[in-house]
């Protein structure tokens, strides 16, 4: 008897015409208008204020709102796989989008609530959070959108184009917040500073940025049609088809390999970020003003990178795109932990942005084209789980090695690790033929 390997699951074709132009410039600016959540409000100002300001002391506030970004991202890893399959019965996303994006925005405006007083630590955990999680979700039936979206072959640019916008976006909403309400000694609308009024109001601008460049993606971008299925019928079949997917992913050979890869690469990279500044602060002396400084150069030239390198994914496949941008980060963060001058850690430290936005990108169309397009969605919060999962190898590396060698740069060398573990992984990968232009 023998025993032959399990089918590749069929190559999801995006579509020969896509969306149109408006349709695709629309679905793009939609990674402009979120990206100011995580940008204003879980990495720059609001994080701040919750840490330094409200909690007892920032090393106290450090853990709770680590410990609160962590059990969101468990909710996002239990939800995103169980909600995709849900919709894939349905057949439309943008309903699902606008109801998550909406409560974003919600919480956006409750974030000027939070005062600066003791209690209302909990509150404002809570509240970022909640929106952190249907951020995160949301994105997962965005991701799924991008084959409808891209017309046959350009699926890499459009992804690099959106995930570029998504940089620049984040970048534009916190230079607004900052020269509006934060660096003036009058802020807009005469805001009390004693109060934190100029910093509280930062949730309620995020919120109003991400509704209105958002919206031309529900006016103008085209959706899959809805099934008409009754709800409870959608419920009992997408359940029952995630756990078949769930009971046969290991026959899925190509789409299990590429998430067990990209939880040590994407690990390594959310782990970059999260340390990035605590590496420079402590091992080169920088001001909170200097780590602010590299962390927009840092988002600028990924930005960069990921448009760069758009063509590059359509070229020479997402795979390689990956790849090449993986051992990019390899050599260049090896360059990183042995150098001692300030100078040449802004330089090396650029020159690592412009690889981390392909490695996101042309992740997203690999599995785009990995998916079988009956299952996409529920692909994408299977993808989704892959980047939430492990989140926690990273930081316990990186804390565990600094402390027994008592060296910042041999702990922050595990990443390094990640980084070679995941290209090992998705080396042998099986890629689907290239859409012909």
């Not at 039936?141 to 084959?147: C, E, R, T």
């Not at 949730?203 to 099934?227: E, H, K, N, Y």
């Not at 090449?324 to 360059?335: H, R």
């Not at 090992?424 to 890629?431: D, G, K, N, Y």
């Amino acid at each position: 008897m023998s025993f032959a390997a399990p089918p590749e699951p069929a190559v999801p074709q995006a579509t020969p015409e896509g969306a149109d132009r408006r349709g695709i410039i629309a679905w793009c600016l939609y990674d402009w208008a979120n990206s100011a959540f995580p940008t204003v409000i879980v990495t720059f100002v609001f994080a701040a204020y919750v840490t330094n300001v409200i909690a007892e002391t920032p090393e106290i506030g450090t853990g709770q709102w680590g410990l609160a970004m962590g059990l969101s991202g468990l909710v996002i890893a239990l939800l995103s796989p169980v909600l995709g399959a849900i919709a894939d019965q349905n057949g439309r996303r943008k309903p699902w989008i606008a109801v998550l994006s909406l409560i974003c925005v919600a919480v956006g405006g409750l974030l000027w609530t939070v005062e600066p007083t003791a209690g209302a630590l909990v509150w404002a955990l809570l509240l970022v959070a909640a929106a952190n999680v249907s951020f995160e979700i949301a994105t997962v039936f965005y991701n799924a959108m991008l084959p409808e979206v891209a017309p046959r072959g350009k699926m890499g640019r459009i992804s690099g184009w959106a995930w570029g916008a998504g940089y620049a976006g984040g970048l534009a909403c916190l230079a607004a917040c900052l020269v509006l309400f934060v660096q003036p000694e009058v802020p807009l609308f005469g805001l009390d500073k004693e109060a934190y009024e100029h910093v509280r109001a930062t949730g309620p601008f995020v919120g109003l940025w991400f509704l209105i460049f958002a919206l031309p993606m529900f006016l103008l971008t085209p959706d899959r049609p809805g099934s008409g299925k009754p709800t409870g019928e959608l419920v009992r079949a997408g359940l029952k088809t995630l756990w078949e997917t769930l009971r046969k992913l290991p026959r899925y050979g190509s789409i299990l390999r590429f998430l067990i890869a990209r939880m040590f690469y994407t690990d390594g990279l959310n782990t970059l970020f999260a340390f990035g500044g605590i590496y420079a602060a402590g091992s080169f002396g920088m001001s909170f003003d200097e780590i602010l400084i590299f962390g927009i150069l840092l988002n600028v030239t990924a930005g960069l990178g990921a448009v760069g390198f758009a063509w590059i994914d359509d070229w020479l496949g997402p795979k390689r795109t990956v790849l090449i941008s993986v051992a990019c980060l390899i050599v260049l963060g090896a360059a990183i932990l042995l150098v001692e001058s300030k100078l040449w850690f802004y330089v090396l430290g650029c020159a690592i942005g412009i690889f981390i936005g392909p490695a996101q990108s042309a992740s997203r169309t690999l599995m785009a084209r990995l998916a079988p397009a009956e299952v996409r969605t529920e692909m994408f919060g299977l993808y989704a789980l892959s980047g939430k999962v492990t989140a926690w190898m990273g930081p316990i590396l990186v804390g565990f090695v600094t402390v027994q060698a008592d060296s910042q740069r041999w702990g922050m060398a595990t990443i390094l690790v990640l980084f070679i573990a995941g290209a090992l992984l998705l080396l042998p990968l099986r890629e689907p033929p290239q859409d012909p232009d």
